[in-house]
């Protein structure tokens, strides 16, 4: 069905291929899982397998691509529109209507689908996928897992032979995830589809796959069975690592196989004295940062945050969690102060709990005394403290600076140099501070490639580097770990771990379980815009089914979350 041949992708400027002599063949019915590094090249196979490549981005390909006998040098992207269906990763950048019945249904009206079939597909996709209930809601009104859903079943109705999704499940929930994974297997096994997929967060994935690519970070390609592939792999999934310390053979793929090879490891650490239940540690007595009270969030008729009390502390990294739509974004954009709000105060202090003084006894820039003497308004109740909404745009940087769940909102200029130089003037930092930021974040980035050439990852770094060029004392993130290969989520980790022991505090919104474990200390979870669960991260992640990551899944009831931790736990090197 899809077939690469001796294939080579160099872009313009670029100083090597993106991919580097790729010999491919997937054949029908298979579901093909794209994996590496970030920034590899993932997309651009994908790409190319939907004749985008050079079609559409520009560059140099060579050698031949063939998906269904159709050779994309001749073969535009229109021309294998009846074919390839495409899912890129931000969803919304693709939509052309207004409701997400209209989505559905605009791929069909283009391909000439008589409208009794194409009444009966979008029926069939809503119940696949679980839109029913969002059939008349405007798209711009819906979260990002749901604009994801929407993105998979716009392309579903049209039932393409090749169905190529990069990042898929990115922005949806553990469950959402499970159910569309779940719909792509029945496709593949009931209907023949072939699936193309790239994903970062293989937990999620890798049991569903009958093959894994491996994109090495030099633009070439292995491939084969998953346990044969990613045991050498430099990207694998938890399960696999612990597979890796605890040396099975073979690798298991899914925490079912896992747990059946887990009896000794779970006595090992029981015997090392590790992993067992523990009180929840007392609240922190220092006065919080950031304080909000009844915080409620109304978009239209939908009540999206509902008289939400929040106190985010200095030293914590707060993780919100819920599933898609429950008001983690809505929470997130009305306590930075650009989000509207309908009701409730926000507001920031300092370590000692009040407002004032040019130094705070951690040594950061009294910004909030500075705020105060300009005359900024203060949120009604909290006895003369700002509201980050009253703050100019300079103030409001150094109090709380938040990474959007799209970081491309956030760049404006034509280079990453660019970007950088004008982060460290508007931040009032020492030259190449942001630039030193990213490449600690993200490795090497070319320093004169545009920002919306970078991968994702790549993106979204660069934006976390702008923001902590200004030290706020809160950093806000909205699914942070998109696009991010489990190197770069670590880096990301430490990154925000630093960032909370200098006095600060982090407070993030993720449906990656694998990174909450390892980055959050305390776990807020959302339903409907409340407040349901609010505790210590461990406590949280190990008492839910859907939150729990795979190693505590595999060694339930020892109560460790991380291969980092059980590593800890035995005294070896993880």
């Known amino acids: 069905m899809i077939r690469l041949e001796g294939v080579t992708v160099t872009y313009p400027g670029a100083a ?17 899982l794209v994996v590496g590094p970030t920034g590899a090249g993932k997309s651009t196979l994908l790409r190319a397998v939907a004749s985008l490549v050079p079609h559409f981005t520009g560059g140099l390909l060579e050698g031949r691509v063939v998906v269904d006998g159709r050779d994309t040098r001749t073969h535009l992207p229109r021309d294998l529109a009846d074919v390839v269906g495409v899912v890129v990763q931000d969803p919304a950048s693709g939509f052309v209507t207004d409701t997400v019945e209209e989505e559905l249904a605009y791929g069909m009206e283009q391909l000439g689908v008589p409208p009794e079939v194409m009444r009966r597909r979008v029926e069939e996709v809503l119940d696949l996928l679980g839109l029913a209930a969002l059939r008349d809601r405007p798209l711009a009104d819906l979260s990002g897992g ?36 779940a719909a792509l297997t029945r ?22 796959a009958d093959r894994v690519v491996l994109v090495a970070a030099d633009g070439t390609v292995v491939h084969g069975r998953p346990q044969d592939v990613l045991p050498g792999s430099v990207v694998a999934p938890p399960v696999v690592e612990l597979a890796r310390l605890a040396g099975w053979s073979p690798v298991p793929l899914s925490v079912r196989d896992a747990r059946r090879l887990a009896a000794p490891l779970r006595e090992r650490v029981v015997a090392a004295g590790a992993g067992a239940a523990s009180a929840a540690p007392r609240a922190s007595a220092t006065a919080p940062l950031l304080v ?47 989000g509207p709000r309908s009701g409730g105060t926000v507001a920031m202090r300092d370590d000692e709990g009040r407002a004032g003084g040019e130094v705070a006894p951690t040594g950061l820039p009294g910004a909030l005394g500075r705020v105060l003497r300009r005359g900024a308004r203060t949120a009604p109740g909290t006895g003369g403290l700002p509201d980050p909404a009253a703050l100019s745009p300079a103030d409001a940087r150094r109090l709380v600076g938040l990474v959007p769940q799209d970081p491309a909102q956030l760049l404006y200029l034509e280079t990453v140099a660019a970007e950088c130089a004008a982060a460290d003037r508007e931040s009032g930092a020492e030259p190449g501070t942001t630039a030193a930021l990213l490449a600690g974040l993200a490795g090497t980035v070319p320093p004169l490639a545009h920002p919306r050439d970078l991968s994702e990852g790549q993106r979204l770094a660069l934006v976390l580097a702008v923001q902590l060029a200004a030290r706020p004392r809160v950093l806000l993130l909205d699914e942070p770990t998109r696009g991010l290969d489990y190197a770069a989520k670590a880096r990301l980790a430490t990154a925000l771990r630093e960032h909370a022991a200098r006095a600060g505090a982090v407070l993030l919104s993720s449906h990656d379980v694998e990174f909450v474990a390892e980055a959050a200390t305390r776990v807020v979870v959302l339903a409907a815009g409340e407040v349901v669960t609010d505790g210590p991260a461990r406590d949280v992640l190990v008492a839910s089914p859907t939150f729990a990551p795979q190693v505590a899944k595999v060694l339930h009831p020892v109560e460790l979350l991380t291969v980092a931790a059980v590593a800890a736990a035995l005294a070896v090197p993880a």
């Open 16 to 32: 090597a291929p993106a991919l580097r002599d790729v010999d491919l063949a997937v054949g029908e019915g298979e579901l093909c």
């Open 187 to 208: 496709l593949v096994h009931d209907l023949g589809m072939t699936v193309l997929l790239a994903e970062h967060r293989l937990e999620r994935v890798v049991q569903y």
């Open 292 to 338: 909000a009270s009844r915080l409620s969030v109304r978009h239209g008729t939908t009540r999206a945050v509902r008289e939400v009390d929040l106190a985010v502390r200095p030293g914590e990294v707060v993780a919100v969690m819920g599933r898609n739509g429950a008001g983690k974004s809505s929470l997130l954009w009305a306590l930075q102060g650009a």
């Open 146 to 181: 749901e604009q994801q859903r929407v993105a998979i079943g716009a392309v579903l109705t049209s039932h393409p032979r090749v169905l190529v999704l990069d990042e898929p499940t990115s922005a949806l929930d553990p469950t959402a995830a499970e159910e569309v994974l």
